[in-house]
């Protein structure tokens, strides 16, 4: 019998016909074993490249003892073997690459017995819940389908990296013990332990960080970065996660736009093999429109219309009281009454009177009063208790929504920010119960939204606040409306135009970002517009505005959620599958245990004491 060892000559993945005869090493985990008591023992090895058939045979190579070890093998022993590669007896697996070899094997070295495990890092049995992943992730990690995740995300970066070193970015780290600045969501406090009472904030994003390396001469800065947010539970997020972060010196919306769209085409093109061709653009109004969100999805029809006019010729009480909302404000004022209207293809057939009454109930979440619906049926009748307030525009409305018998009609009535809302979040679960967004991997829809509003207001504090983030600048058409604009000219404010810019695949945000303000003034009437007092601004903003006084360039950037990239190119919509170590939705690492207690000494050292206190 050989020495036995563990040095690897090849991998799991890596043996094929031409090894044949060869004598190999190969090291892993026991993914599954036939045979035990018969002399004949098959285990499959498993390492992160592959799997590997190894046979302990007495009547070819392997001596007794040999087998006698293999016998005691249990799923996720960690093992070493040494043997011959051999054509497999058997017919070849063709679900394996390693499928037309076998190794028979001479010399086993057991290197680590495991404890039962809770479960077996198996793609084809169904998952078992989530939890128990979490806490073991190190076995959950072992799964062939989550190892593929890792060396894609690695790709990814490696691709970042490379193209952004090609056009000329540096990558610049910056700090992550950082300021508290409102930046849009709450922060997480650090406490200083040097300066009682003070605390740092874990960045949201080096946002203003890399404002400033432009103001430094950077010229064009990219960064890998991570950034923390303690927002409420929502399953898409995680309170820490990663961005692409990147700015430019001397740009315009168009400078930056081509850089990285570019960056979208390559990455698409090295890791799935893909031409997306060049990106479509449409303004923020377009996107609400016809879609009823900024992130619109356009693989699949139903889009919105309004039908406003024809709504007003009818004599349906709820359509009325909605139009006469705002009547006087301006046309797309989101304090405007509107009704709209969604044509759904085949509903009458298709959408059951549970599901419309289900879709009543949901967009009565955005605040909308309900969702009237009508059915042209199959002889051209409007159907449905509303149908016959519908009846007196019947001809116009078929015109307008372009209706088929078979159609059904969704109508959503409320001002404009409301019924669009409503109307845009219904469209896309209208769309997942007819089948139609199309499987993963089948469709790129990949475009830009670009012209956002600069503000919006917050529904419950009734404030105005960025819809981007308060550096981003006015369109350039724009700077001198909002140098001139008296802030508490409500339709104006909110009718200026940011030079912001989203790209949004399949109906979701991968990159936002815009071109800055550059010009102090600019940037303290923004400050203004959102509420903050000078000194406030002073206090939270000093460096920024003060940097802003010497010598500026001007500049844009974006920053692209590089989870969201790695779910959609590897065909997950569970961030947490992308992450290596991830929270749960309450922040909880479930592996290590994290957040835990702080002892009375750590907390005495920091100057914080916890109001806390168990059981209340
Ligand atoms: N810092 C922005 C964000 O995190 C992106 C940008 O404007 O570059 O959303």
Redesign the pocket.
């Known amino acids: 019998m050989s020495q036995p060892t563990f040095k690897r000559t090849h991998t799991c993945g890596q043996l094929r016909d031409s090894h044949a005869g060869q004598t190999v090493t190969l090291c892993g985990w026991v993914n599954a074993y036939r045979g035990h008591g018969t002399g004949l023992v098959f285990i499959d090895l498993r390492d992160r490249y592959g799997i590997t058939q190894a046979v302990f045979a007495k009547d070819e190579a392997s001596a007794q003892g040999v087998i006698d070890q293999a016998d005691k093998l249990r799923n996720e022993d960690v093992v070493a073997l040494t043997g011959r590669v051999r054509i497999r007896d058997g017919a070849p697996n063709p679900k394996l690459e390693t499928g037309k070899i076998e190794v028979v094997v001479t010399s086993l070295t057991v290197l680590n017995k495991t404890d039962n495990p809770p479960f077996l890092p198996d793609d084809a049995s169904p998952l078992t819940n989530e939890e128990l992943r979490l806490k073991h992730r190190y076995i959950d990690l072992r799964r062939p389908k989550m190892q593929k995740i890792l060396a894609t995300r690695h790709r990814v970066t490696k691709v970042v990296r490379d193209y952004f070193d090609e056009n000329g970015f540096l990558e610049i780290e910056t700090p992550v013990l950082y300021k508290s600045t409102p930046?849009g969501a709450r922060e997480f406090l650090v406490p200083s332990r040097h300066v009682p009472g003070s605390w740092y904030a874990l960045p949201?994003?080096?946002?203003l960080f890399?404002q400033i390396l432009m103001v430094s001469g950077c010229d064009r800065y990219m960064q890998i970065c991570r950034?923390f947010r303690d927002e409420d539970p929502r399953a898409d997020r995680q309170s820490e996660f990663s961005?692409i972060?990147?700015?430019m010196s001397f740009v315009r919306r168009e400078d930056v736009m081509e850089i990285m769209e570019g960056f979208v085409r390559t990455l698409w093109k090295k890791v799935m093999g893909h031409d997306v061709p060049p990106l479509t653009r449409m303004t923020y109004r377009e996107a609400m429109e016809r879609f009823g969100i900024d992130r619109p999805d356009t693989r699949y029809g139903l889009e919105i219309k309004d039908i406003s006019s024809l709504a007003a010729k009818t004599d349906f009480g709820v359509f009325k009281d909605a139009l006469a909302k705002g009547a006087d404000r301006p046309q797309f004022s989101s304090k405007r009454g509107v009704v709209k209207a969604i044509r759904v293809p085949g509903g009458a057939e298709k959408l059951t009177r549970k599901m419309t009454d289900a879709y009543g109930e949901f967009v009565k979440g955005f605040g909308a009063g309900g969702l009237p619906t009508v059915k042209l049926n199959a002889q051209g009748v409007l159907e449905t208790g509303v149908a016959k307030f519908v009846e007196p525009i019947k001809a116009e409305l078929i015109a307008a929504l372009g209706l088929q018998p078979g159609d059904t009609v969704l109508f959503s009535f409320d001002v404009y920010s409301i019924a669009t809302k409503a109307l845009g979040e219904l469209r896309q679960k209208v769309a997942k119960d007819m089948g139609l967004v199309p499987e993963w991997g089948k469709q790129w829809n990949f475009l830009w939204v670009i012209d956002f509003p600069m503000f919006e207001r917050d529904k419950e504090t009734n404030r105005w606040v960025a819809m981007?983030?308060p550096?981003?600048a006015p369109r350039d058409d724009q700077q001198k409306a909002f140098v001139d604009a008296d802030v508490n000219d409500e339709e104006t404010i909110a009718s200026i135009v940011s030079a912001?810019y989203d790209i949004v695949l399949n109906g979701s945000e991968i990159?936002?970002?815009?071109v800055?303000i550059h010009d102090q003034a600019v940037q303290s009437k923004v400050f203004q517009l959102l509420g903050l007092t000078p000194q406030q601004a002073q206090e939270k903003f000093s460096f920024l505005l003060e940097a802003l006084r010497f010598g500026a360039p001007p500049h844009g950037?974006?920053?692209f959620g590089l989870d969201r990239l790695i779910m959609h190119l590897c065909g997950t919509d569970n961030i947490r599958d992308v992450i290596a170590f991830p929270k749960t939705q309450i922040g909880a690492d479930l592996l290590t245990r994290a957040p835990s207690p702080a002892t009375d000494d750590q907390l005495k050292e920091l100057h914080v004491r916890s109001t806390w206190e168990p059981g209340r």
């Not at 949201?204 to 946002?207: C, D, E, G, N, T």
């Not at 990159?511 to 815009?514: E, F, I, Q, V």
């Open positions: 930046e949201q994003s080096p946002q890399k950034c961005q972060d990147l700015e981007h983030h550096f981003t912001g990159a936002g970002g815009s800055r950037g974006i920053a």
